[in-house]
């Protein structure tokens, strides 16, 4: 599996092009009442174009910080982020980010207008177009035929649908996703990934996808970058993209997520680290 | 005592569930409890209880000129409809009213806006409000006669005062309300400034809006009655507030009686034609509010 791994990273190093986005140095940090937090610290990353880049690790390590910084809601203290070798200095159209929150859609549109709202209010396309691209959008992630519910009057995972939906039809430079499907039960979580996947196959997008499951990181991801807590800090960058939905429960798949458990937590005893990560994972 | 609490290993089965014919899977809700789940009809028998509660109060008592029964004042209701008196007057206050509303809603729209973009406009409300927000419209009256005449222009002037204060709170509690996440998907699309607040602030907080527009509806109506009650007629027109003082000066308390129960049925089409149908197209349909 190691090997395999270096063999990949190898191949792959040698007919890189340039990065889509270029984390450089990034130093985050957030002010509370009394003091100064350090979120994450001198972060490196390169993401490239079609990557599913996950980023990867416990609570406290930053990772949701970081994705806010790559939309351009938190300014980075240090550091550069680089979107086509342009700085990020605030949100923008060109990063859509799907959130957690079942209430990143607007309680008072449809799905088909929460769908076509971004690209009226970035005034990317007129109203008709708009539409014609909303409904392409709803029916990719299978939602045809909701297009005049209101959010409320739909199930989670819908309203996840009706937001991936949303980033799609913006066509955005990056798809940006900050744990979509933590809110989600546990079968729904597994059909939006495998949607997810089947998704990216048909469109080809790059995603950079926060999670703090392994199995949904090594599932989802390509690459994964896992992050070491308070402060952030990159730990490793692993390649995943030899595992899907159907490797669940194999022995390498365990095996890559032992590893990966481990050199989170740093608890180099097999035995044990198995038992925590089947905690961590439930 | 941890053995006894290892439970039983029993024996798997299966059943065949034949079509369910037991009894019917859906049934009528009887016509009774149908009609007693409609809002208008509880309303309105609460509405006739208090007329014969009335009714038989006034007549135990016995003196038309303190307290008339309830058809006596229907009977003045009627005929002040009939001979236009009444409307007449209502239409005067109510035009009134709507212009001080107006200016009210729009100068509150403007603080809040103001007050959600910059720090200085959020000390500019908190302190404004909590300056003029307990002053009695009506104590200002004397004032706004002094700079404004005996005129509309006073009028206007308290029935703003009355309007501007408690709705600016509704709406700035309500903006302050609006989820995070729903803020960034907002700004993640590239909407800033009043687009922003015209095309996410306003619509996730309209149910605050809402209930802030009731109320302060509610003040411009009290305002107004008092403020006529008060200095009278403007410009030899009297509204309601007028005709209310003049039947008590003349002594017809069946017409006082009239004159309030104008105030009373104009407050409930308002609340339950316009402010209803507001809540109906909007945030009842959003699922904003059960």
Known sequence: MVLLSGVNAASATAATPDPLLRVKGVTLEYATRERVVRAAHRINLDVHAGDRFVLLGPSGCGKSTLLKAIAGFIRPTEGQILLDDRPVTGPGADRIVVFQEFDQLPPWKTVLGNVMFPLLASRRLPRAEAKERARDSIAKVGLSGFEDSFPHQLSGGMKQRVAIARALAMKPRILLMDEPFAALDALTRRKMQEELLQLWDEVRFTLIFVTHSIEEALVVGNRTALLSPRPGRVRAEINCHAWDLHSLGGRDFQAAASRIHNLLFDTPDPEDAQDNRAVAAE | ?290
């Open chain 2, 1 to 290: 005592m941890t053995a006894s609490l290892t439970p039983p290993i029993r024996a798997e089965y299966e059943r065949d569930l034949p079509e369910f014919i037991d009894a019917p899977v859906e049934r009528d809700i009887p016509l009774a409890a149908r009609l007693w789940s409609q809002d208008w009809l509880r309303r309105l028998v609460i509405v006739a209880a208090i007329a014969l509660i009335w009714e038989l109060a006034a007549r135990w008592q016995a003196s038309p000129l303190m307290l008339p029964t309830f058809l006596q004042t229907a009977r003045a209701f009627v005929s002040g409809i009939a001979d236009g008196v009444l409307l007449d007057r209502a239409w005067i206050s109510i035009t009134v009213l709507l212009k001080g509303y107006l200016a009210g809603i729009v100068l509150a729209f403007l603080l809040t806006s103001l007050a959600v973009s910059t720090q200085f406009g959020r000390d500019l409300l908190s302190t404004l409000t909590s300056m003029f927000n307990p002053l009695p419209a009506i104590a200002l009256l004397p004032l706004a006669l002094l700079w404004f005449g005996l005129g509309q222009a006073s009028l206007i002037f308290v029935l703003v005062h009355s309007v501007l204060w408690p709705l600016a709170l509704n709406i700035f509690a309500g903006f302050q309300a609006v989820p995070e996440t729903l803020r960034m998907a907002g700004r993640n699309y590239g909407l800033t400034g009043w687009r922003f607040v015209a095309q996410i602030l306003v619509p996730a907080a309209l149910p605050s809006i809402v209930s802030g527009l009731k109320i302060a509806w509610a003040f411009a109506w009290r305002t107004l009655i008092a403020a006529e009650l008060v200095f009278g007629a403007s410009s030899g027109r009297g509204g309601l507030g007028w005709y209310i003082f003049q039947s008590r000066n003349e002594l017809y308390t069946d017409q006082v009686f009239a004159g309030l129960a104008m105030v009373i049925i104009i407050g409930l089409l308002v609340e339950n034609v316009v402010f209803a149908t507001v809540e109906r197209a909007t945030i009842l349909r959003w699922g904003q509010q059960r």
